[in-house]
T-cell receptor, first 117, second 115 residues
Framework: NAGVTQTPKFRVLKTGQSMTLLCAQD?????MYWYRQDPGMGLRLIHY???????AKGEVPDGYNVSRLKKQNFLLGLESAAPSQTSVYFC????????????????FGPGTRLTVL | AQKITQTQPGMFVQEKEAVTLDCTYD???????LFWYKQPSSGEMIFLIY??????QNATEGRYSLNFQKARKSANLVISASQLGDSAMYFC????????????FGGGTRVLVKP
C-alpha cells in the first residue's frame, strides 16, 4: 500500500517547455487535488477532482491543466512553463466530502520540486 | 480577508516542554473542519489532528491536542513534551463543507526544539 505517489520527484524546465506531473493513489479515494507550495508559504489549491472524469479549478489554476481519466490517477500539465511556476507541487487524495469527519482527511504525496529557468 | 491566519512565523521550544501554535480562521459556513499538518525538512505533509465544527470535545492524538474555541474562531495546536523530532513547519488548514472538500492553508509556523 503505497498511499499517494508522485512522479517525478525533481524536474528542471526551460521557459516555454511543457511537462506532465503524475499522481497516483491506491486508497480508492474519490477526491484528488493538486497544490503548489512556494517558499515560506502554505499550500494553495491549483485544481481538484471529485471523481473519475471530473476536474474543477482551485485557487490558482492559471497556466495549468489537469485530467482524471482513471480514478487512481490525477495528471497536472504545464503547457508552457514560466519561472513563476517554480514551486513544490503536492498531490493529495481523500475519500469524499460526504463524511463530516477525519475520514475526509487529505493524504499527501511526497511532492515534486519543479524549477523553471 | 485571510481565511486561515497563523501569526507566529517561528518559535523555539525547549525539549520536553509544551508549545502552543496559534491558528485563527474566518468562515460563515456552520459546518467546517480544521486540520493540522506537520512538514518536516524532508518535505512531506503529515496529518496530525482534526477538529470538526460540531465536535463537543477538543481533539487529542497522543501528544497533540487541539484547543478549539469556536466563538473566538481559534484552533490552536498544543504539542506536549516536545521532542527533537518535532522540529518542523506546522500548518493549520480549514475545510468548509459549502466549498466541497477543499483545504485552505495558513502560512505555517516553524518550530525548532532545543535540546
Amino acid at each position: 500500500n503505497a498511499g499517494v505517489t508522485q512522479t517525478p520527484k525533481f524536474r528542471v524546465l526551460k521557459t516555454g517547455q511543457s511537462m506532465t506531473l503524475l499522481c497516483a493513489q491506491d486508497m480508492n479515494h474519490e477526491y484528488m487535488y493538486w497544490y503548489r507550495q512556494d517558499p515560506g508559504m502554505g499550500l494553495r489549491l491549483i485544481h481538484y477532482s471529485v471523481g473519475e472524469g471530473t476536474t474543477a479549478k482551485g485557487e490558482v489554476p492559471d497556466g495549468y491543466n489537469v485530467s482524471r481519466l482513471k480514478k487512481q490517477n490525477f495528471l497536472l500539465g504545464l503547457e508552457s512553463a514560466a519561472p513563476s511556476q517554480t514551486s513544490v507541487y503536492f498531490c493529495a487524495s481523500s475519500y469524499s466530502q460526504m463524511a463530516a469527519g477525519p475520514t475526509d482527511t487529505q493524504y499527501f504525496g511526497p511532492g515534486t520540486r519543479l524549477t523553471v529557468l | 480577508a485571510q481565511k486561515i491566519t497563523q501569526t507566529q512565523p517561528g518559535m523555539f521550544v525547549q525539549e520536553k516542554e509544551a508549545v502552543t501554535l496559534d491558528c485563527t480562521y474566518d468562515t460563515s459556513d456552520p459546518s467546517y473542519g480544521l486540520f493540522w499538518y506537520k512538514q518536516p525538512s524532508s518535505g512531506e505533509m503529515i496529518f496530525l489532528i482534526y477538529q470538526g465544527s460540531y465536535d463537543q470535545q477538543n481533539a487529542t492524538e497522543g501528544r497533540y491536542s487541539l484547543n478549539f474555541q469556536k466563538a473566538r474562531k481559534s484552533a490552536n495546536l498544543v504539542i506536549s513534551a516536545s521532542q527533537l523530532g518535532d522540529s518542523a513547519m506546522y500548518f493549520c488548514a480549514m475545510r468548509e463543507t459549502a466549498a466541497g472538500n477543499k483545504l485552505t492553508f495558513g502560512g505555517g509556523t516553524r518550530v525548532l526544539v532545543k535540546p
